[in-house]
């Protein structure tokens, strides 16, 4: 049948309005949307109402109840007597009971006459007080929020169904089973309220809100101008029809409500809902039974049509009621009492307990700790993040329903903190572009400069009359100038119009003693004045490092021209010249050398000489 309250990621905004309004706490953060915890949920659809967004809804039964009225089987419908307030529009309630029957229902009835029924036994459990305060069942919200959040107060739930159940077992005990129940009302909870009576006398098969009932009129185009009047198919109600407001239930059996005299304490709404449970659980001192709508009753359900009127929808109802007892015929309501007096009304209730671990103080500490609430003045309660305290928020956050980001201080200090860091980037930001700017600009300059210096280079080695070549380590060529490419011919002057100074070739396609400047590469030793033939010609060829084992030059002069085979003889003559200079020098200075011995010697044999002739004297 699938989950009675859905929630839509991609509209949900996160303003946590729906966690506000949760009395199960049944909605947590996650994902960053609201989910729904369908353990937890008790129906209520106050979510539904509150939710700007509309990203919260609760389970269309429309498909199920068209799929009914286009079968085989009878289908009868019950109304909740708070229709009346939500059609206003319509000006006599007969038309909205023809309205309905258009769309295809074989019977159209009235709760009011099962809020009599249940109204009575309430009254019985009452006069038969043995000391136990009781709290109505006729609110499944209440129901439900009792079984889950208190489950050890399920005993004191009124052991009596709720009157759309007593209204259905009527429908089935004087019309047969044979027939298919739709309940119409403005309460989403009992939607799924009734699968705790299927297979029964009392089981609904299919629950559709005001809303969807006017969705469906506006489908099959049923108007209040083309019905004529109908009325409701008997057994018809009489004060049970004031059930959707507060007091209504017991009025109907005309309960005493004075408040010097009365033991039941009636009230309504979200608030005053779930201070009365505190209380009734907690102070001894509040001995009464509880008459409790979750809703400001019925009138109000999260079913009914938004933007209604409390005040005026109370009014329509109480008309409607105060016409319907001038009409009604007081015997026959009677003999309808006896009747169906004697039909089982009893349930049980069970305890579904969801109620979540409270966790240890030195955590919620800690939490509280990493929120940055460390000091008294920190704990605002401010409730945005949809508990009342910040302790409160705490203890979720450690059950696994709240995240950080719910607390409205502690996201802002994250925003500012972010917010700083964000800055600091800018700032580093800026001056990197700063930065960057000044050194595309010092780029700027040393590109120009470089391709001023290149050009310069280029100039000056076109000036040089030898051929001069500078490759890397793979042999490609750096640059070359005119003259190399000259000398390599007509060729290579063609390639040199589209790529100037031959950049990029390879040194091995272009010359045949390439190997020199291999060698000079790996070795790092210079080749100076290596003589080459190159076809017709003999290419004195100097090899030397510019950047070790990176990048080689070469000088390549042709000695076959006249210039250079003229400047060739005179620097071979001046080597021959300088060569046989040193070697004139090397002999007279062995020359020298030798005399100088001789002299030496012979100076050494005179002086002996002498030395003997004085010893012989």
Same mark, same amino acid.
């Given at each position: ?15 946590? +309005? ?30 539904? @109402? ?198 209504? %239930? ?6 005493? $409500? ?16 779930? $201070? ?54 007081? =015997? ?35 939490? %509280? ?31 696994? %329903? ?29 001056? +990197? ?22 050009? @310069?280079? +280029? ?12 490759? =890397? ?10 003259? &190399? ?25 272009? %010359?045949? &003693? ?56 005179? @620097? ?46």
């Amino acid at each position: 049948m699938g989950q009675l309250i859905v929630s839509d990621k991609e509209k949900c905004n996160l303003s946590y +309005t729906c966690v506000r309004v949760c009395p199960a706490k049944a909605i947590k953060i996650a994902d960053k949307h609201a989910q729904i915890i369908p353990d937890r949920c008790i129906g209520c659809g106050h979510c539904v @109402t509150m939710c700007s967004q509309h990203a919260i809804h609760y389970r269309d039964e429309k498909s199920k109840t068209k799929g009914f009225l286009e079968g085989s089987e009878r289908v009868a419908a019950i109304c909740d007597p708070a229709i009346s307030g939500e059609f206003s529009d319509i000006t006599d309630y007969r038309k909205f009971v023809a309205m309905i029957r258009a769309l295809g229902f074989d019977l159209v009835t009235e709760m009011a006459f099962g809020v009599d029924l249940v109204a009575i036994k309430y009254k019985e459990l009452l006069d038969s007080f043995q000391g136990k305060y009781f709290i109505s069942s006729k609110c499944p919200p209440v129901i439900k929020y009792i079984e889950k959040m208190h489950p050890d107060m399920v005993e004191n739930l009124a052991p009596i169904v709720p009157p759309f159940i007593a209204m259905s077992k009527v429908i089935r005990k004087k019309y047969g089973h044979d027939q298919k129940v739709v309940y119409i009302t403005a309460c989403t909870a009992s939607k799924d309220d009734v699968k705790a009576f299927t297979q029964t006398d009392g089981q609904i098969d299919s629950v559709i809100t005001f809303v969807e009932l006017r969705e469906l009129f506006a489908e099959h185009g049923i108007k209040e101008s083309s019905v004529e009047f109908s009325d409701f198919d008997p057994p018809l109600g009489r004060k049970g029809g004031l059930f959707p407001i507060s007091h209504g %239930l017991f009025q109907a059996v005309d309960v005493n $409500q004075d408040l010097l005299e009365a033991d039941i304490l009636i009230t309504e709404g979200r608030t005053n809902f779930l $201070q009365s449970i505190k209380e009734f659980r907690s102070e001894v001192e509040l001995k009464q039974h509880l008459d409790l709508f979750y809703c400001k009753g019925c009138i109000m359900g999260p079913g009914a049509s938004k933007g209604g009127k409390k005040f005026m929808r109370r009014s329509q109802v109480i008309k409607y009621v105060s016409k319907r007892m001038k009409d009604i015929d007081c =015997d026959q309501w009677r003999d309808d009492i006896d009747r169906y007096k004697d039909l089982d009304l009893t349930r049980a209730f069970r305890s579904m307990d969801q109620r979540l671990p409270y966790p240890p103080e030195d955590q919620i500490q800690q939490v %509280l700790v990493d929120m940055g609430k460390t000091k008294e003045e920190d704990m605002l309660g401010c409730g945005a993040c949809g508990y009342p305290t910040c302790k409160e928020f705490a203890v979720a956050h450690l059950q696994g %329903l709240t995240e950080y980001e719910q607390c409205y201080t502690y996201t802002i200090k994250k925003m500012h903190t972010y917010i700083s860091k964000v800055n600091a980037a800018n700032d580093k930001l800026k001056r +990197t572009q700063e930065a960057l700017q000044n050194s595309e600009e010092k780029a700027r300059i040393e590109e120009l400069a470089a391709r001023e210096a290149a050009e @310069t280079t +280029t100039s000056m080695l076109n000036k040089i009359r030898a051929g001069v070549v500078i490759v =890397d380590k793979d042999l490609k060529v750096l640059e070359s100038n005119n003259h &190399f490419i000259d000398m390599l011919g007509e060729d290579a002057r063609e390639i040199a119009e589209l790529v100037p100074g031959l950049k990029g070739a390879e040194l091995t396609s272009l %010359l045949p &003693f390439h190997r020199l400047f291999s060698s000079v590469l790996k070795s790092g030793q210079d080749v100076l004045n290596r003589d080459s033939p190159y076809g017709n010609s003999i290419l004195n060829v100097s090899v030397f490092t510019i950047k070790k084992n990176q990048v080689v030059g070469g000088i390549i002069r042709d000695l076959i021209t006249p210039e250079v085979r003229r400047e060739e003889v005179i @620097t071979r003559a001046r080597n021959v010249i300088r060569e046989n200079l040193e070697t004139v020098q090397q002999i007279a200075f062995l020359l020298g050398e030798s005399a100088s011995k001789t002299e030496k010697t012979l100076n050494s044999i005179i002086q002996a000489q002498k030395l003997g002739l004085d010893d012989e004297s």
